[in-house]
T-cell receptor, first 111, second 116 residues
């Protein structure tokens, strides 16, 4: 079955870059996603990448996909205190509409 | 425009009681999903609706859990004879096709269920 894994915690200083990593096992994944969850709020879709892409950049966010190693990363440039949240990676694949989520990485940004 | 809404935002119930959780998807979204987020765990898929039918119920943890959707809009998740392990945040999402096989899911704020 599918499995998505993330490290639990990352602490960075304001202005530094953050890199959040995720590994997945399902080679038939079609899309991979990054969601952000702030305290008391729902999940917000940050960005996604199609499985035939290697990289996607969207303002301060860069997503890298290594299909061979089934590794996904999210880089946040110039991290701000407002970026403090839990970040979830998720995958979907053809034939299954439900998303499979990792357990989330808590990003703490220190001033 | 309005996003996905859920009610109640918080629910405290006694073990053994039944609860109903409601989800109002984004207008026009044909797909609706229920997920559960337990303390310290990721999100666990429960059930997916396309219109009023549920082609994927594979995540429902037991027959105490059921869900329905009417009019292709509002959905209700019902938990019968609640147990303490049912305590979690129940999240609803809706989506529509945005291109190819991409279905962006938009999440509601969740209902925090506490079973005492």
């Amino acid at each position: 079955g599918e499995d998505v894994e993330q490290s639990l915690f990352l602490s960075v200083r304001e202005g530094d870059s953050s890199v959040i990593n995720c590994t997945y096992t399902d080679s038939s994944s079609t899309y991979l996603y990054w969601y952000k969850q702030e305290p008391g709020a729902g999940l917000q879709l940050l960005t996604y990448i199609f499985s035939n892409m290697d990289m996607k950049q969207d303002q301060r966010l860069t997503v890298l996909l290594n299909k061979k190693d089934k590794h996904l990363s999210l880089r946040i440039a110039d991290t701000q205190t407002g970026d403090s949240a839990i970040y979830f990676c998720a995958e979907s694949y053809t034939g299954r509409r439900a998303l499979t989520f990792g357990s989330g990485t808590r990003l703490q940004v220190q001033p | 425009g309005a996003g996905v809404s859920q009610s109640p935002s918080n629910k405290v119930t006694e073990k053994g009681k039944d609860v109903e959780l409601r989800c109002d998807p984004i207008s026009g979204h044909t797909a609706l999903y229920w997920y559960r987020q337990s303390l310290g765990q990721g999100l666990e898929f429960l059930i997916y609706f396309q219109g009023n039918s549920a082609p994927d119920k594979s995540g429902l943890p037991s027959d105490r859990f059921s869900a329905e959707r009417t009019g292709g809009s509002v959905s209700t998740l019902t938990i019968q004879r609640t147990q303490q392990e049912d305590s979690a945040v129940y999240l609803c999402a809706s989506s529509t096709r945005t291109g190819g096989t991409l279905y962006e899911q938009y999440f509601g704020p969740g209902t925090r269920l506490t079973v005492t």
